[in-house]
């Protein structure tokens, strides 16, 4: 049984604010760990629950944030930024299940702790199929694509609400809950990592009951950015529509093909912006 997991940090156990979770900045080394024990809970899980093969697909920041030397020795690892599907890298037809463990909630969704979608810099909202959805939402759709359940997702419980609307039966952990979106209750990370080999084992067994997002005949994506000069921009690339000044749309009949072409657009936004702020 093959098991793909994909991995964000702002959800995973004890974080809280950005200090937890950028390269450089005073708490990251405790992130990692937390990261890395959180991982590694699910992977166990997924052991205990007859998993053979499990690919771990870094989509954190620069994706490169576990601690390798720590990590379960059962799992594979996908590392490194430029990758066409992202988040879903390493994802295909001959895996049965997929976790998404530390993920956190969609932009302007309330008190959840850190929230943003794919970019805080350039992204306001991203609207699927006339849904606004986060990266939770927009991952399962891809995960359908290759026809594999997203059953289990972990992450503070303002996400484990917005998760189990997009993903219906979908099991989930609430390792914390948000306050203000920079600060979190949160249970102590032991407890939290048994909750979530627990609920990974308990997921993989019973992953009939969650069904692989369906997908459509063709699919049309909204991006609201923030700048109007990233829309315009964005606008320039083959297949795009600029809706309105900030906002384009693009088609695909394949929604895994949409990956590709967000996050080519994430890299003209990033080039746009320097040369607006020069920095």
Same mark, same amino acid.
């Given at each position: 049984?093959?098991?793909?997991?994909?991995?964000?940090?702002?959800?995973?156990?004890?974080?809280?604010?950005?200090?937890?979770?950028?390269?450089? +900045?005073?708490?990251?080394?405790?992130?990692?760990?937390?990261?890395?024990?959180?991982?590694?809970?699910?992977?166990?899980?997924?052991?205990?629950?007859?998993?053979?093969?499990?690919?771990?697909?870094?989509?954190?920041?620069?994706?490169?944030? !576990?601690?390798?030397?720590?990590?379960?020795?059962?799992?594979?690892?996908?590392?490194?930024?430029?990758?066409?599907?992202?988040?879903?890298? $390493?994802?295909?037809?001959?895996?049965?299940?997929?976790?998404?463990?530390?993920?956190?909630?969609?932009?302007?969704?309330?008190?959840?702790?850190?929230?943003?979608? !794919?970019?805080?810099?350039?992204?306001?909202?991203?609207?699927?199929?006339?849904?606004?959805?986060?990266?939770?939402?927009?991952?399962?759709?891809?995960?359908?694509?290759?026809?594999?359940?997203?059953?289990?997702?972990?992450?503070? =419980?303002?996400?484990?609400? =917005?998760?189990?609307?997009?993903?219906?039966?979908?099991?989930?952990?609430?390792?914390?809950?948000?306050?203000?979106?920079?600060?979190?209750?949160?249970?102590?990370?032991? +407890?939290?990592?048994? !909750?979530?080999?627990?609920?990974?084992?308990?997921?993989?067994?019973? +992953?009939?009951?969650?069904?692989?997002?369906?997908?459509?005949? =063709?699919?049309?994506?909204?991006? =609201?950015?923030?700048?109007?000069?990233?829309?315009?921009?964005?606008?320039?690339?083959? $297949?795009?529509?600029?809706?309105?000044?900030?906002?384009?749309?693009?088609?695909?009949?394949?929604?895994?093909?949409?990956?590709?072409?967000?996050?080519?657009?994430?890299?003209?936004?990033?080039?746009?912006?320097?040369?607006?702020?020069?920095?």
């Amino acid at each position: 049984m093959k098991v793909f997991i994909s991995l964000d940090m702002e959800g995973i156990s004890g974080i809280s604010e950005w200090e937890d979770v950028m390269p450089g +900045r005073r708490h990251y080394e405790a992130g990692r760990k937390l990261l890395t024990l959180d991982v590694n809970a699910a992977i166990e899980g997924a052991l205990e629950a007859g998993a053979t093969q499990i690919i771990v697909n870094e989509s954190h920041g620069p994706m490169n944030n !576990l601690i390798l030397e720590e990590l379960h020795p059962a799992a594979d690892v996908i590392r490194g930024f430029f990758k066409p599907l992202c988040m879903m890298q $390493g994802i295909d037809e001959n895996c049965d299940a997929a976790f998404f463990i530390g993920y956190h909630g969609k932009a302007g969704s309330g008190e959840a702790v850190l929230n943003h979608t !794919l970019s805080g810099l350039a992204i306001h909202r991203l609207i699927l199929n006339g849904k606004e959805v986060g990266e939770a939402g927009l991952n399962a759709a891809i995960a359908g694509a290759f026809d594999v359940p997203v059953v289990l997702v972990t992450g503070d =419980e303002q996400t484990a609400r =917005e998760v189990e609307e997009d993903i219906p039966g979908v099991f989930t952990v609430a390792v914390k809950s948000g306050i203000t979106g920079l600060s979190s209750l949160a249970l102590h990370p032991q +407890r939290a990592r048994e !909750l979530i080999r627990h609920r990974a084992k308990e997921a993989l067994l019973n +992953r009939s009951a969650v069904k692989p997002i369906q997908q459509q005949e =063709e699919n049309t994506l909204v991006v =609201e950015f923030t700048r109007s000069q990233f829309a315009t921009a964005v606008s320039w690339m083959p $297949g795009v529509e600029l809706i309105d000044g900030r906002t384009i749309r693009y088609k695909s009949q394949n929604v895994a093909e949409i990956m590709p072409v967000l996050q080519a657009m994430l890299l003209v936004t990033s080039q746009v912006n320097r040369m607006i702020t020069g920095a």
